[in-house]
């Protein structure tokens, strides 16, 4: 245990830009937290990791986004040489690569809500990765005051930081699950455009050419 006597400050930074930003009021310097004893940190490596895991699933989101992105292209390709192939054929064959343009056009729709979302997920996740940031720093506080180790400012500063950043990401989740509703909703119209397509042209939904 660090005794008083030799107790270092801990730099209480009050932060110069706004929490939306990813700073946070209140944090304390790492530095001093690696000078205690590996076994009185349980709980500073727990928040830590809890950080790491909002990374992660940041991360994952941003790889959603852009895969769904991805799909949009490749389906906009699709539907670009679907109109040069329309063409030159024949009347029949045209009317059916007509409907299968307007299929594909409505998945693009269902495509572009899909990564609105994810994108809404995105803010979502920024505010989850701040609040477990500012956990982080509780913990890192409560760990030094447990050690007696003069710092400046008050805990209480760090657990208030805590409450705001839940309540805000409390009411976004809200938000977020109202967005993911109504995706379910351009989900299943684009599924049913899907499948009138393909009863229109006798085939099952179902299999390889599944879209």
């Known amino acids: 245990m660090i005794k008083n006597n030799t107790a270092c400050l801990i730099l209480v930074c009050v932060a110069v830009t706004l929490l939306g930003c990813g700073s946070l009021s209140y944090t304390v310097d790492q530095s001093l937290i690696r000078r205690l004893p590996k076994s009185s940190r349980r709980s500073v490596f727990q928040a830590e990791t809890v950080v790491t895991i909002a990374v992660d699933q940041k991360s994952t989101t941003k790889r959603k986004i852009d895969s769904t992105k991805r799909e949009v292209a490749r389906t906009e390709e699709r ?80 657990l208030k930081q805590v409450r705001s950043l839940q309540e805000e990401v409390d009411e976004f989740r809200m938000d977020v699950e109202e967005d993911a509703a109504d995706l379910k909703v351009s989900e299943d119209e684009w599924l049913a455009v899907k499948r009138q397509y393909y009863s229109a042209v006798g085939e099952s939904s179902k299999g390889w050419w599944t879209e």
């Open 79 to 158: 539907i670009k040489s679907l109109k040069k192939r329309q063409e030159s054929a024949a009347a029949r064959e045209a009317d059916k690569i007509d409907m299968e343009i307007d299929m594909l056009g409505a998945k693009v729709d269902y495509l572009e809500d899909k990564a609105s979302h994810f994108r809404y997920v995105l803010k979502l996740r920024d505010k989850e990765l701040l609040l477990a940031k500012a956990k982080f720093e509780l913990e890192k506080v409560r760990l030094v005051k447990k050690h007696s180790i003069a710092f400046d400012g008050d805990e209480e500063d760090f």
